[in-house]
């Protein structure tokens, strides 16, 4: 089954809305196969974020991530990255879509809430930066032949 890495960013975690945010993948039907609790450090997030180092919002986005304790989950599940980028929502929280996790929580693009992989060579490389040497489980649910065909 596809995986994806998804953070509970600061925002979400300060404003009490990080189950509220994990119920909406699970009850998608996504699983639920690792959880942590971690405060991440200025390495980790350069690392997380190396893709966007040079950007004039990368210093910011750093200093975001890294500001509160977060929780880090996997989930999977047919096209699990596009299913939990969907029901994430657009990047810039006035720009997705009402019914999405930006959508119905945020307003600025600095204080989105929610990442989510975005393709599996990412999710398969994040998960390894938040998952390392933490366990990820397999595990089946008994309900899952009415959500998986
Ligand atoms: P994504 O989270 O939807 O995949 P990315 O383009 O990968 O969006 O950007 C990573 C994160 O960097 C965003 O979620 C957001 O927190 C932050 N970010 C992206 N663009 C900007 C910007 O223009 N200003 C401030 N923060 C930004
Ligand atoms: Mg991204």
Redesign the pocket.
Known sequence: MEQTLILI?PDAMQRGLAFEILSRLENRGLRLAGLRLLQVEQSMAEKH?A??EG???FA??VS??TSSPIIAAVFEGTNAVSAA?QS?G???PTEASPGTI?GDFGL?????L???S?SVESANREIGIFFEGHPVIQWEKDTEKWVFE
């Open positions: 960013k974020y893709e966007h950007k004039p919002f910011g986005l975001y991530i980028r994430i657009s990047t810039n930006r600025e693009i600095g204080r989105n929610i990442h989510g975005d």
